[in-house]
Each structure stands twice: as structure tokens, then as C-alpha cells.
Nanobody
């Protein structure tokens, strides 16, 4: 019954903003690390940012230099939801974006237990 569902992906012009949502069900999201990954067809899925559990002080880890200063991860415990706020989007941000659950944050896919279905972000030039 554990489930993660992403939403918010869209077609947006370069320089625009989007907010992606990752809604959890079947577990209390704040007790886990939640990472965001993105994947372009034909390329490996890469971890870009992660927020740790409450017990690990909600620390934020940025794994991709290209998003530094543009993407923000946050958690709304009342809604059991993690958000990815994406500003100043670039065409190279075009990808399918996934959220996933892990005990502790990591940039690698290993031991992320549950994954959402993904949401597509397309940034036009």
C-alpha cells in the first residue's frame, strides 16, 4: 500500500517555473528520506536532490551542480507531500522526474525502496 505519486510536470518555456509534487500514501513521509531523480530517454537516471527524514534533521543534499540555486526541495508534513520547486528552467532540464523513498539520502538508486511513476517536464528553447 506504500505509494508515491508525482505530479506537476508540464511544457514550459525557458526561464519559467514549475512546482512538482510527490504525494505519499501508506507511510509517514517525514520518517524517510525522499530523493528526486530525473531521466532522459537513453540515459541513466540521475539523483539531483534529496531531503532527509526528520530524525536526520531534514537536511538537504544537492547532487547535481546544474540545479544549484534554481531548484528547492521542501516537505509539507500535514499533506504528507514533498515538493520540488524549479525556477529558471532550462532546456537541459527536460526529463522525466521521479521521487523515491530511502532510509537515508543518497544520489544513487541503490536501496531506494519505492518510486513514483514519474512526471514529464519539457522546457522549450
Amino acid at each position: 500500500q506504500v505509494q508515491l505519486v508525482e505530479s506537476g510536470g508540464a511544457l514550459v518555456q525557458s526561464g519559467g517555473s514549475l512546482r512538482l509534487s510527490c504525494v505519499a500514501s501508506g507511510f509517514t513521509l517525514e520518517n524517510h528520506a525522499i530523493g528526486w531523480f530525473r531521466q532522459v530517454p537513453g540515459k541513466e537516471r540521475e539523483g539531483i536532490i534529496c531531503i532527509s527524514s526528520t530524525s536526520y534533521s531534514n537536511k538537504i543534499y544537492v547532487y547535481e551542480n546544474a540545479i544549484e540555486g534554481r531548484f528547492t526541495i521542501s516537505r509539507d508534513n500535514a499533506k504528507n507531500t514533498v515538493y520540488l520547486q524549479m525556477n529558471n528552467l532550462r532546456p537541459e532540464d527536460t526529463a522525466a522526474y521521479y521521487c523515491a523513498r530511502r532510509v537515508r539520502c543518497s544520489r544513487y538508486e541503490d536501496f531506494y525502496e519505492y518510486w513514483g511513476q514519474g512526471t514529464q517536464v519539457t522546457v522549450s528553447s
